[in-house]
């Protein structure tokens, strides 16, 4: 946990979210695709994917607001933008943020499209993405904002 203006940034959720993530994905991995426990599994997979995504960058975001002259400028940063000043800062790595902008662009080209192919696509990309934010997690946690 960081302390920002006088404000505990707390992971709590997150790392929460990320802990589901990985169970119902192990889950969904151990059941048969006939059954309907692998679609419950795969629709918690599909879900905590989206609230992890949009949580990075709320909390990556937070992270950045000191190497900005107010919060309301790091607040008007889009999400891709979150992610490429974090890489400007060193706070993460060039391929991090690919990672990243390939999740975003996965989530908005699939927005609409919630049959197989939008749940095949993500649950591709699963393992790397718990990866991913785990360590955006451990990132937030040791951020030195003042």
Same mark, same amino acid.
């Given at each position: 946990m960081i302390i920002l203006q006088? =404000?505990?940034?707390? %992971? %709590?959720?997150?790392?929460? !979210?990320? &802990? %589901?993530? /990985? /169970?119902?994905?192990?889950? =969904?991995?151990q059941s048969s695709p006939e059954n309907i426990e692998f679609d419950l599994y795969? $629709?918690? !997979?599909? /879900? &905590?994917? &989206?609230?992890?995504? &949009?949580? $990075?960058?709320?909390?990556l975001k937070k992270v950045l607001i000191p190497y900005f002259d107010s919060s309301r400028t790091a607040d008007a940063l889009t999400f891709k933008n979150v992610f490429r000043h974090a890489v400007l800062r060193s706070i993460i790595s060039d391929e991090a943020c690919e990672r990243w902008l390939h999740y975003r662009d996965i989530r908005n080209h699939t927005a609409h499209d919630y049959g197989v192919n939008f749940a095949e696509e993500t649950i591709k990309i699963i393992p790397q993405f718990i990866a991913d934010a785990g360590q955006l997690s451990a990132i937030v946690k040791t951020s030195n904002i003042e």
């Open positions: 006088n =404000m505990l940034l707390d %992971t %709590t959720f997150y790392d929460r !979210c990320i &802990e %589901t993530l /990985k /169970k119902a994905y192990s889950l =969904m991995a795969r $629709s918690a !997979c599909i /879900k &905590e994917f &989206e609230i992890i995504l &949009e949580q $990075s960058g709320k909390l």
